[in-house]
């Protein structure tokens, strides 16, 4: 008798439905039979979506093609985030994807740039992302020409309805059956298993294994299998949103925008047809239309609709696979848009799904393996977004000083002091952000080193500043070769269409 499992139902569609769909039909389909249930009367909670460059693995694992993937989701290219006001009022940097620099003799570069500072420029002199993006360029560029250095590290903002719907599209095609409908019930067997769904005209959709991602409610996952969840509000305090967009306005930016407000934070993110804005506060400290004030006080561009309220609480399920439900997306958890993360999150689910999917039989060790690593991972996450919250400045302000007041999780402790201590930055392999992207945040967010490493002493004084004006300009000159953002969407436009 055949051990494989040979059904699948997800519940709810949006981006982690249709990007579960796509992937698993790609990766199992035609040998795993799927099916999407989805109610055309529910909405989807984004209205723009920011991604890191993660997402180019699933793109790959797809088969998407880049130009085609932006024309039909209004898509931009992103280098970075920008963090506005986040450490102290009037300060700005930017967390830039791809490398800061170059190491030299197994020292991370950061060493030598701290040894020197007094006349090596700006840290951000050293990434050719942040020199694009604040250029507004971008060019398909993966090495500097003649050079070691590497080039642009790339990620996308597009519109989450748009994306999903041309998600569902590809995903059918390869196979997968869709049902509009609403869940009225989800039946379980003698042992707690679910063992189908019941939709609210009678029919029952029957599987040996299911999918959740049905957003917050987490229908299966908490409605049925009453998984818990592990709250962090005491760590991001942040519990309510608004969502509005706006006229696109020039130029075209490649990258978003995170602006520190009184009780939270407002994003940007740059579409080709309009710009995706929203607000994330914490209601202990603000009321709901002073929120709404601010977020309009603040847009670009003229609003183009009501913004819509979205509330949650910051945390994850204390189990990721319960019996033989996974769930996905919002069901699982919620770590607010801060990093771009919620897209990686729901990548990386389907992925460990994928090389841990189960079969008829004991599945205890791949369930227990699959829970451990996806913890782990939004635990990364979490200490990351803390930080930047922690590491403020911002004294007199209620909020601001709650969370630079506020108890910190053990691991992010250590990783500060370690930073403050010798500029150490030690990351798991399994972290999502690398030494990079701590090194810009925690400089970024006013953490200084009291010490560098005594090897960058070796290398004499001369051969250092060489080293790091030779880097900058290469950089530099780099970066001003670069088209004009807007002017590459529309040449990749006209080549997809």
């Known amino acids: 008798m055949s051990q494989e499992v040979r059904s699948v139902v997800i519940a709810g569609g949006g981006t982690a439905g249709w990007m579960t769909a796509a992937a698993l039909a790609r990766v199992l389909g035609p040998r795993l039979t799927i099916t999407l249930v989805e109610s055309s009367e529910i909405g989807i909670v984004g209205v723009g979506e920011a991604t890191i460059p993660a997402i ?37 940097y930017m967390h830039a994807f791809g490398p800061v620099g170059r190491d030299l003799a197994y020292i991370p570069f950061h060493h030598y740039w701290l040894r020197d500072q007094a006349t090596a420029g700006s840290l951000w002199d050293y990434s050719l992302n942040w020199l694009a993006a604040k250029q507004a360029r971008f060019g398909r560029v993966e090495r500097i020409p003649d050079t070691p250095l590497a080039g642009l590290l790339w ?13 569902s599209r590809l995903a059918q095609s390869n196979g997968v ?5 609403k869940i009225s019930a989800v039946l379980q067997d003698s042992d707690g298993d679910v063992r189908a769904l019941r939709l609210e005209d009678g029919r029952e959709l029957a599987a040996e294994f299911f999918i959740d991602c049905t957003g917050f409610r987490g229908l299966l996952i908490e409605g049925a299998l ?6 962090w509000s005491h760590w991001l305090p942040c519990d309510r949103a608004l969502a509005v967009p706006s006229a696109r306005i020039a130029p075209l930016l490649p990258y978003t925008r995170s602006t520190a407000l ?17 607000h994330v ?40 696979w319960n019996r033989n439900v996974v769930c996905m997306g919002l069901a699982s958890g919620f770590l607010e848009p801060l990093e ?100 810009q945040v925690l400089w970024g ?7 560098t490493h005594p090897f960058v002493e070796s290398v004499a004084p001369g051969d250092r500043a060489g080293y790091l004006q030779d880097l900058r300009r290469l950089i530099s000159q780099a970066a001003q070769q670069l088209p004009d953002h807007a002017q590459f969407i529309s040449g990749s436009r006209s080549k997809a269409g």
Request: aromatic residues 14%.
């Open 56 to 92: 180019a693995q699933y793109n790959r694992l797809v088969k998407i093609d880049e130009d085609d993937f932006l024309r039909h989701t209004q898509g931009t290219f992103k280098l970075g985030i920008e963090f506005v006001d986040w450490y102290e009022k009037g300060q700005a």
């Open 155 to 167: 990620a996308y903002h597009f519109d989450a309805s748009l994306y999903a719907a041309y998600l």
């Open 177 to 181: 059956r869709r049902i509009d409908g």
């Open 226 to 231: 009453k998984t818990g969840y592990e709250d």
């Open 262 to 278: 009184e009780a939270g934070w407002q994003w940007r993110i740059p579409l080709q047809h309009r710009t995706g804005n929203g």
């Open 281 to 320: 506060y914490c209601s202990a400290f603000t009321s709901d239309e002073r929120a709404k004030d601010l977020l309009l006080a603040n847009l670009d561009g003229e609003p183009q609709a009501e913004p819509r309220p979205i509330r949650f609480t910051t945390g994850r399920r204390k189990l990721f």
């Open 340 to 439: 771009s993360t919620s897209i990686h999150l729901i990548q990386v689910t389907i992925q460990r799904l994928i090389l841990l999917f189960p079969h008829h039989g004991d599945n205890e060790e791949r369930r227990r393996e699959f829970n451990r690593s996806a913890a782990a991972e939004y635990e990364y996450i979490r200490d990351f977004i803390i930080l930047h919250y922690f590491a403020n400045q911002r004294v007199g302000e209620p909020f601001w000083d709650a969370c630079r007041n506020m108890s910190i999780p053990e691991s992010l402790r250590r990783r500060i002091e370690l930073f403050r201590e010798t500029a150490g930055i030690f990351c798991s392999p399994d972290d999502l952000f690398q030494l990079t992207s701590w090194l």
């Open 445 to 451: 967010q006013g953490v200084r080193p009291r010490a």
